[in-house]
C-alpha cells in the first residue's frame, strides 16, 4: 500500500441485533465459528491492531486477546457511537471500521481504501459494492473525532450523512458484491451457511 499509515481496524458488535431477535451478531456462529472471528482473521493482517467495540458479552470478546471498548453515549445510539468512542478512546491516525456481521471482507479491503482516497486531503472513504454503499466499513481519519461528536451531540445518527459532511467519498468495489454481504436475519444467517 502506498505510504501505509497508523491504522487500527475496528470491528463493530455493539449493536442491539434486533432483527436477529436480540442476539449478540457477533457471537452468532457460521460455519463453526463466531461472526467477529471470521471479521477478525481477515482484518487483522491488513491494520496495525485490531480493538473491538462491543456493549455486552465483554468477557467473550476479550478472550480473543482484543481490547474492547464500549460506548460511551448510552441508549445503543449506533454505529458511529461506536465509531466514536473507538475514536476517543485510542492513539491512532486512522481507524478502518468494519460491521462484525460482514464475514467475507476482502483482504485487500484497507489498501483499497486507501489508495481509492485519491487525494491526501480526503479523511473519509467507505465501500460502495458497484450497486451500493456501505458506509458502516469505512476508513476515517482521526481528525474527524471532534465534528463526529459534535454531529452526535446534535442528534444526528446516519452514518452515511455524516461521511458525506466528513468530505469523503466512496470507493468502488464493483465485482465484489458477495464480500460485503452482511448478516441481519436469520435467513441471511442461513444462505450464508449453505455457502459456507
Not at 82 to 110: K, R, Y
Not at 126 to 142: F, S
Not at 153 to 158: F, Q, V
Request: overall charge neutral; hydrophobic content about 40%.
Amino acid at each position: 500500500m502506498d505510504n501505509q499509515p497508523e491504522v487500527t481496524g475496528v470491528i463493530l458488535a455493539g449493536g442491539q441485533g434486533r432483527r436477529m431477535h436480540g442476539k449478540d451478531k457477533g457471537l452468532i456462529a457460521l460455519a463453526g465459528k463466531p461472526l467477529f472471528l471470521h471479521v477478525l482473521t481477515i482484518l487483522a493482517p491488513q491494520v496495525n491492531k485490531v480493538v473491538i467495540s462491543a456493549n455486552r458479552n465483554i468477557d467473550v470478546y476479550q478472550q480473543q486477546g482484543v481490547q474492547v471498548i464500549q460506548d460511551v453515549l448510552s441508549d445503543y445510539p449506533g454505529p458511529l457511537a461506536g465509531m466514536l468512542s473507538v475514536m476517543e478512546g485510542l492513539e491512532s491516525n486512522w481507524f478502518l471500521f468494519c460491521p462484525c456481521d460482514t464475514p467475507n471482507i476482502p483482504p485487500d479491503l484497507l489498501s483499497r481504501l486507501w489508495n481509492g482516497r485519491n487525494t491526501p486531503a480526503i479523511k473519509a472513504v467507505w465501500v460502495n459494492d458497484g450497486e451500493r454503499d456501505h458506509p458502516g466499513i469505512a476508513l476515517l481519519h482521526a481528525s474527524l473525532k471532534e465534528p463526529l461528536r459534535a454531529y452526535l451531540a446534535s442528534g444526528e445518527r446516519r452514518v452515511m450523512q455524516f461521511l458525506q459532511y466528513a468530505g469523503g467519498h466512496s470507493v468502488s468495489f464493483n465485482g465484489h458484491k458477495e464480500a460485503f454481504a452482511n448478516i441481519n436475519t436469520p435467513d441471511d444467517l442461513s444462505r450464508l451457511q449453505v455457502n459456507c
